[in-house]
Each structure stands twice: as C-alpha cells, then as structure tokens.
C-alpha cells in the first residue's frame, strides 16, 4: 500500500510536489498571504485516493496525467476548468472526470477541499473487454449520466477510502486488493458514458454449454487469485458480452457474483476446520478470499449458511 502526506505553505515547494505527485503542472495563488496547501493520498496499485484541502484559490495547469483523474468536490468551487472542448465549473457535491487520460488542463480552485480519485485506465479495458475486444475504453463524457449515476460512484469512492484504503494489512491482501480496483472500475463504466457501451448479449451471442462449463471451471480453479470478467471470458474463449449475457440467461447471476459465490464457500470451509487456538480470526479468512468489509462478509455468510461466521469458527 502506497501513502504519502504533504502540507506546506511555499508556493514553490507546493508546485514540485505537485508535479511530481501528479503531472508536471504550474499553479499560481490568487490569495495574497495564503498559499497552505495539504494532501494525503493512499493508494493500491493502479489506484489512488487523495484528500486534498487549500487555504488559497489556486490556478493551474496539467500536462496530461496518463491516468483516469475523478474529482469530488466538497467545499468551495472549481472554476472555468477547461480542456479540449469542454469549459465547467464545479461546486460542493460534484462528481467529474478532471480530463481524459491524454489531455492536458487547466482551471482555478477556490479555496476548496475536494477528493482525487486516480485509476489506470487499462483498469477500464480489463472490466469492460474481453479477448476479442482489446481496444481501449475511453470515457466520452466528463460528468455522470444522472445524479444518482454520481451518486453511486462518490459512495464507491468513499467506501474504497474509509473501508479498504484505511487499513493496510487489509488493503494488502492481493484479493481485496484487485477486487477493490475492479469495483471502482465498474463503477466508473456505469456512471460514465463510455466506449464500451453495448448490451451485453446485444449482438444476439450464447455461450455454448461447454463454454459456460469452462468459465464455470476457470471460476472454481482460480478463486484465490485476482480475477476479472475479461479473464473469465479469455479463459471460456468467448467475449465478455456473451459470456455475461449467459450467465444471466442460464444461472440469473453475474460472472462476478459467481467468483464471490465460490470464494464465500471456501471462506466457509477455513472456517469450519480451522483451529481457533491458532489465533485464526473471521477477519482474517474474509481477507484472504477478498471480504474486505468484515460487516458485509458476516451479512452474506448468514445470509447464506444461517449463522455466523464467528459461530462456525469456534464450533458453536
């Protein structure tokens, strides 16, 4: 797990933090006699979340970042952001896309605190492609679809911050680790307008029950390791579409669902024949089959096994 923590008054020593932390940039102070500045980022893998809060309002500049960039505003504004083609202003409670990965920008920050979430956007294709669709999936608009669309994707973005992001030998474990990167990707999609926005199962595609058989397979063998809807697809040899329209069609679930399915049971196995005296908790098993939020493990394994967790680990 990645963090890093900076606080400053220096315009100057603000600017190369920046830079380095983000893209090369130039900013400039509107507010005579304050220029503090203060950021904390934590951040896994190919995601980042920072929580950024300025005493000042703050031109800037960006060369582009490479990188999906969110921005949440909670107090103050951002004004007259612009890049190719789009010029907005944001306020308390906005969700938006900064600018595509590509793109460079600029804009003014007044005196605001906002959230900077950043993800990879090949986090975007992996989600969204399967093995016959490889190309990139860009997002075509810089706002949501609707409000509740924002909504939804600022919950996701605080739940990755306050749950997963705020313990590190939680966010550490490699499952929770990816499967909190994927949610936040999809979550992305589904706000978003974006490339890769098909019906699944729009082209009129069925998997052959073999192919489910193996999706099914590729499911049971590789449930202790990072997997995505694009993998399971490569691994049934169909695209991610059918193979999602399938899964609805023939077992009215999800690829996704089905993985946390698999892993829910064996969570349920390590519980049942573990020893409590080795100092084993529920925690501990949720983590290594990628249950990052102790609270939502214990409603979906009562849910499912008519007890609780901690009940099947001490034999009760």
């Known amino acids: 797990m990645d963090t890093l923590t900076f606080d400053s008054d220096d315009l100057e020593v603000t600017e190369d933090f920046l830079s380095r932390a983000y893209a090369r940039m130039r900013i400039a102070s509107g507010t005579p006699g304050s220029t503090r500045a203060r950021i904390r980022r934590a951040g896994i893998g190919s995601v980042s979340v920072d929580e950024i809060a300025l005493d000042f309002d703050m031109a800037y500049s960006v060369t582009p970042l490479g990188r999906v960039c969110l921005c949440v505003v909670h107090e103050g504004t951002v004004r007259d952001h612009g890049f190719q083609g789009v010029e907005d202003s944001f306020g308390p409670g906005d969700v938006v896309l900064f600018a595509p990965p590509d793109l460079p920008y ?32 860009r997002l075509t608009g810089h706002r949501p679809r609707s409000a509740a669309a924002a909504r939804q994707l600022s919950r996701t973005i605080v739940h990755l911050r306050d749950t997963v992001l705020a313990d590190p030998e939680t966010a550490e474990q490699p499952l929770v680790a990816a499967t909190a990167a994927q949610h936040l990707a999809a979550s992305v999609l589904a706000a978003f307008p974006n490339t890769a926005e098909d019906e699944p199962g729009a ?114």
């Open 203 to 316: 082209d009129g595609n069925d998997m052959r029950p073999t192919a489910l058989r193996r999706a099914l397979a590729y499911i049971d063998d590789h449930a202790d390791q990072p997997v995505t809807v694009a993998d399971i697809a490569g691994a049934a040899h169909v695209t991610v579409r059918a193979l999602q329209y399938t899964f609805r069609r023939h077992l009215d679930t999800t690829p996704l669902a089905q993985l946390r399915r698999v892993r829910l049971a064996h969570a349920h196995h390590d519980l049942s024949t573990a020893d409590p005296g080795d100092g084993i908790t529920v925690t501990d098993v949720a983590a290594r089959w990628g249950f990052h939020h102790p609270g939502r493990f214990a409603s979906l394994y009562r849910d499912t096994y008519r007890r609780a967790p901690h009940e099947t680990l001490s034999g009760d």
């Open 106 to 137: 600029a804009g003014r920050i007044c005196g605001a605190r906002y959230n900077i979430t950043m993800l990879d956007p090949a986090l975007l294709a992996q989600v969204a492609s399967g093995p016959d669709e490889s190309r990139p999936v």
